[in-house]
């Protein structure tokens, strides 16, 4: 496919949540959201199957986020790819690759809409080597500890782009 | 009582912000200015709290208990800011929950 096509979305429900540091289930006015604390770092995970249209390049990932109270400072996120493929990765233990970050992205000025953060990556490495037909995992943290915006994040889905 | 320590004080932050975030209120000042304002008022608190009790009269002062006293502190505020604000309410009960957790 081309780039800026859309490989996969991850909605909210689709949250593999881990024992501890969990981002929290939620709903906004009905539409389900993961709750991000302020205050301490927090984590979602993802499960996903890499398309057969997918070209093998470089993919974006793209959160698409609000903030339950906060009208001003900024959010800072990692993502990090784990290849589980076929006898890639055994399921007893977490094999997730360097995280890439996008920091300091500031808030929307209204508490409710919504703003699209990408974080990059390019194909390889970088993604744990994902390739086509693979299984994989994703997991999202938001750098609490080092941001500035008051309050929860609310992560409505997770898209991956073609970069 | 001596002032909050460091920790306390963030802990204290943490459940305002987790408060303000479960009634989805607008807070249009970041972590640090929040954390400011916590610090602020428990030194104000702690600065002034021998005025504080001063102003309760007797028998009241001598015969109650600190914890009890501050029961009454805490309720004339509610009394002067927030009882006809539904959402200051909520979000102070959610408070109370967050608070006891962050510091127990």
């Known amino acids: ?163 | 009582m001596a002032e909050l320590t460091s920790e306390q004080r963030r802990r204290v932050n943490a459940a305002v912000m987790r408060s303000f975030s479960a009634y989805e209120e607008q807070v249009p000042i970041n972590k640090t200015e929040l954390r400011a304002a916590v610090d602020a008022l428990d030194t104000f608190l702690n600065n002034n709290q021998a005025a504080i009790n001063t102003a309760i009269p007797q028998p009241a002062r001598g015969a109650l208990s600190t914890g009890q006293k501050a029961v009454i502190f805490t309720a004339v505020q509610i009394a002067r800011y927030m009882i006809d604000n539904p959402t200051a309410i909520n979000e102070l009960v959610h408070l109370l929950g967050q608070v006891r957790e962050e510091m127990e």
């Open chain 1, 1 to 163: 496919m081309a780039s800026g096509d859309t490989l996969l979305v991850f909605p909210a429900q689709a949250n593999e949540p881990p024992s501890a540091s969990y981002a929290t289930f939620d709903t906004r006015n009905g539409h389900p959201v993961l709750d991000f604390d302020a205050a301490a770092n927090e984590v979602a995970i993802f499960t996903g199957v890499m398309p057969q249209h997918y070209a093998g390049g470089g993919v974006d990932v793209i959160l698409h986020v609000a903030f339950s109270s906060a009208t001003t400072g900024d959010s800072d996120w990692d993502v990090e790819w784990e290849l589980i493929g076929v006898g890639d990765q055994d399921l007893d233990s977490d094999g997730f690759a360097a995280a890439n970050s996008t920091d300091n992205t500031t808030v929307p000025g209204t508490s409710g809409h919504v703003q699209q953060i990408t974080v990059s990556f390019t194909d390889g490495a970088d993604m744990d080597s994902v390739l086509v037909g693979d299984l994989f995992r994703l997991r999202v943290t938001r750098d609490a500890a080092s941001d500035t915006a008051t309050g929860d994040a609310e992560l409505l889905a997770v898209e991956l782009r073609e970069a």
